[in-house]
C-alpha cells in the first residue's frame, strides 16, 4: 500500500499528466478510493501538494487542483531558460575540455549513457505514438544534462523547479511532444562536440518553443507579460 509520499508522488504525476485537470474537486475520500488508501495519507499528500502549489484548499470548501496563473507561469519559463542556457553551456565547455584530456572521466560517460538510452526511449514513445511517457523523459533529458554540466548548484536548482515547469511542459507534449522530441538529440550532439554556442542557442530556441506553445493554447495569452 502506498504510504503518504507514495500517495503524494502519485497524485501529482496524474497532475502533471493531466488525468486531474485544473479546478478539479478533489475529496480526501475519491483520492482514497481512486489510490487505495486510507485517507490519512491523502490528507498528508494535500498538505504537501499545497505547498508545492498543485493544490489549493479552502475552509469549509475543500480541495482543488490549482491552475498557474499567466505571470507565473511566465516566470517559471523565463526562469527554467536561463537555467537550461546554463547548463547547457557548462555541460557543452565541460565536453569541449574533457576531450582534450587524455581520459573521460567514468561519471561522465555513466550519465552519458544514460542520456543515449533516454532519447532512445523517447524515439521509441513517439515511434509508437505513446506521447505520454515524453512527460517523464522529458524531466529526466533535462536533469541529467544538468549531471553532465558537473554543476551541483544548476542540477539542485533545476530539480525543484521540474515538478511545477513539468506540469507546464506536459501540456506542450501532448500537443507537439512528436515535433520537439528530436530537439533533445540536437541538443545533445552540439553538447557531445563541445560546441558552446549552438548547445547554448538550440536549448534556449528548445524551452521558447515551449513557452510559446503553452501561450498558444491559453485563451486569455493576451494578458501575459510581452519581452
Known sequence: ????????????????????????????????????????????????LEGEGFVVSQPN??????????????????????????????AATRARTLFDGDALPEDWWRVRRELGEVLDAGDAAVEHDELELLVDLNERFHLLVAALSGSTTLATLLRQLSRKIEWLYAMDTFSRGARLWPEHRRILSAIDAGDVETAVARMAAHVQQSRVGYAARTPDRAQWPRG
Open 61 to 90: 470548501v475543500g480541495s482543488r487542483i490549482a491552475a498557474i496563473p499567466f505571470d507565473e507561469a511566465d516566470d517559471l519559463f523565463a526562469v527554467r531558460e536561463s537555467l537550461e542556457v546554463a547548463t547547457a553551456r557548462r
Open 1 to 48: 500500500m502506498l504510504n503518504g509520499a507514495g500517495v503524494l508522488d502519485a497524485i501529482r504525476r496524474d497532475i502533471v499528466a493531466g488525468d486531474l485537470l485544473p479546478g478539479t474537486r478533489v475529496t480526501e475520500a475519491f483520492l482514497a478510493e481512486r489510490y487505495g488508501v486510507s485517507r490519512v495519507p491523502v490528507r498528508e499528500a494535500l498538505r504537501g
